[in-house]
């Protein structure tokens, strides 16, 4: 069975700075697709950016890049020029090749102050 | 508007009464899935359908059933059997139900027990 972890339950970034969420997985497949979701205080579930694992390019969407590092199982999300509305939890979520179910991890909430 | 709605946004349940909870899509997708979120985590799948007429168990399907009687419709039926039914409920689909497809969430509706 996969597992997602999402070591940093909260951290807090000053609006326009950089911040870094963190996310490792565990899995014995070698294709498959990892997500990360941002959820804003109305509770609705975003996608804000998605990874395939056989694609060794980094995804990016705009503010919002990835950092995949396969060997290590790690996907970590930097949202960069944080804004007001980023402030949401976020998160990582992992697909597998053969299949459409997604597990999550435990969630990272994310405070941005001005 | 193409999107996934969900009601009520609220729901009461007495003891030992069964709920039902309503998830329509319009997006012409194949498969739906339900999602369960308690407070501070992540989520977990009750179950999910990848066409009319037949649905698999997720990881904590029980107390839970389900229907899928329409392609846009998939209601879930809270059973008196679930002990600790107080969460966020989150409906979501994807195209096809197959792997790598992105999921696309609900609003949510919140259960609360009297």
């Known amino acids: 069975a996969q597992t997602v972890t999402q070591s940093q339950p909260e951290m807090s970034v000053q609006e326009a700075e950089t911040v870094t969420l963190s996310c490792t997985y565990d899995?014995?497949?070698?294709?498959?697709?990892l997500f990360w979701y941002k959820q804003p205080p109305s509770r609705q579930m975003i996608l804000v950016i998605r990874?395939?694992?056989?694609?060794?390019q980094n995804a990016t969407e705009n503010r919002f890049s990835v950092n995949f590092q396969k060997a290590a199982k790690s996907f970590s999300l930097k949202i960069s020029d944080s804004q007001l509305g980023d402030t949401a939890m976020y998160f990582c979520?992992?697909?597998?090749?053969?299949?459409?179910?997604?597990?999550f991890g435990g969630g990272t909430r994310l405070m941005v102050k001005p | 508007d193409g999107g996934i709605t969900q009601s009520p946004k609220y729901l009461f349940r007495k003891e030992g009464q069964n709920v039902t909870l309503s998830c329509e899509q319009n997006?012409?997708?194949?498969?739906m899935y339900w999602y369960r979120q308690d407070p501070g985590q992540g989520l977990r799948l009750i179950y999910y359908?990848?066409?009319?007429?037949?649905?698999q168990k997720g990881d904590i399907a029980e107390g839970y059933s389900v229907s899928r009687e329409k392609k846009e419709s998939f209601p879930l039926t809270v059973t008196s059997a679930q002990k600790n039914p107080t969460a966020f409920y989150l409906c979501?689909?994807?195209?096809?139900?197959?792997?790598?497809?992105?999921?696309?969430f609900g609003p949510g509706t919140r259960l609360l027990v009297l």
């Open positions: 979501a689909s994807s195209p096809r139900g197959t792997s790598q497809e992105t999921q696309y």
């Open positions: 899995t014995s497949e070698s294709n498959y697709y």
């Open positions: 990874q395939e694992a056989y694609k060794q």
């Open positions: 979520a992992f697909m597998r090749n053969a299949g459409n179910m997604l597990t």
């Open positions: 997006l012409n997708h194949d498969a």
């Open positions: 359908s990848q066409i009319v007429n037949d649905f």
